[in-house]
């Protein structure tokens, strides 16, 4: 029974479960999720609104820091130090240094 504890409590352990935030742009819907700096967080490997409540996002996106968006395939792509949570989620805490080599490499505008 303690090892069934310990892990319900690794499972919970974590800081931030990742929602997009949908917008419209030019006629079109655009998820963003937002990661911080040294955040353990929940994210899924592919991006979706959770339960189906909006449908026909077309182009998804993860805010990083003050206004820099990176297109979601180019961050998930390249994560380096990920750990499942399920079958669909990861778990990340990216330091200073990563978030600004996102930045660097993959920077883009909405």
């Known amino acids: 029974m303690e090892k069934f504890e310990k892990l319900l409590n690794d499972l919970q352990n974590f800081d ?8 419209k742009k ?3 819907l655009i998820g ?9 967080s929940v994210i899924p490997t592919e ?3 959770v339960l189906n409540q909006i449908n026909n996002v077309e182009e998804w ?4 820091g003050e206004n820099n968006i990176i297109r979601y395939n180019d961050f ?7 750990t499942y949570y399920d079958n669909n989620h990861i778990l990340i805490n990216l330091a200073k240094d990563e978030i ?9 505008e909405i």
């Open 100 to 108: 600004e080599q996102f930045i660097t490499n993959f920077k883009t």
């Open 32 to 40: 963003i999720y937002v990661v911080g700096e040294n955040i353990l």
């Open 61 to 64: 996106y993860i805010m990083l």
């Open 76 to 82: 998930i792509n390249n994560l380096n130090n990920t």
């Open 26 to 28: 030019e006629n079109k």
């Open 16 to 23: 931030y479960y990742a929602a997009p935030r949908v917008y």
């Open 47 to 49: 991006p979706h609104v």
